[in-house]
């Protein structure tokens, strides 16, 4: 039935088109997380939780 409903379907430029986009975003992401100097914003952020608890918590009991 699958093959059926694939042999009929007359879109296939539209399937490219969503394969395009998806790459185009998931390789701009990937970008985004790898640029330069990004290390010290993700290295700021992976601290945040350690600093909430330290405000929460002043003499660490």
């Known amino acids: 039935m699958i093959q059926r409903v694939l042999a009929s379907y007359h879109l296939q430029g539209l399937t490219c088109v969503g394969l395009l986009l ?12 790898f640029r330069r100097g990004s290390g010290t914003f993700y290295g700021k952020l992976q601290e945040l939780p350690l600093r909430d608890l330290e405000t929460l918590n002043p ?3």
């Open 59 to 61: 003499g660490g009991r």
């Open 22 to 33: 998806f790459l185009t975003v998931f390789v701009a992401a990937l970008g985004w997380v």
